[in-house]
């Protein structure tokens, strides 16, 4: 083999494993998730409003809401997020939240507002108060 032909290869060897660190976990990421117990879920569109604000955050890789139960499952990045972050979110959203974890629901008011649009009795407003 030609000195020429040696030094393509060893280049070649080279970039292979300089894409393969790269891509081998130098940044670690750590999957979890989280239960919270969401308040005041009167429609889809609370639903779509709590999955739009979690979403936004950095490391969020799945988000489920149970309208009728109000439980929210998070899976996400623990190196790029927390469960604390991902609350905050939902309160900043206009929805009551606490762990799951307790067992606590989070309690409707006589008069809850649908933070997704407009009053709603307590009774709910099967599904057209947001929409």
Do not use: H, W
């Amino acid at each position: 083999m030609s000195r020429r032909g040696f030094m393509l290869v060893l280049v070649g060897v080279l970039v292979l494993f300089a894409g393969a660190f790269a891509f081998s976990g130098s940044g670690v990421k750590t999957e979890s998730s989280v239960e919270l117990q969401v308040g005041n879920l009167t429609c889809g569109a609370c639903v779509e409003k709590i999955k739009g604000a979690v979403s936004d955050l950095d490391g969020i890789g799945g988000v489920e809401v149970d309208l009728a139960s109000g439980l929210t499952r998070v899976s996400f990045d623990s190196s790029r997020t927390d469960a604390a972050a991902i609350a905050e979110r939902i309160a900043r959203a206009g929805y009551p939240v606490g762990p799951s974890a307790e067992g606590r629901v989070v309690p409707s008011t006589s008069d809850v507002r649908c933070p997704a649009a407009k009053p709603v009795s307590k009774s709910g407003c099967g599904g057209t108060c947001c929409g």
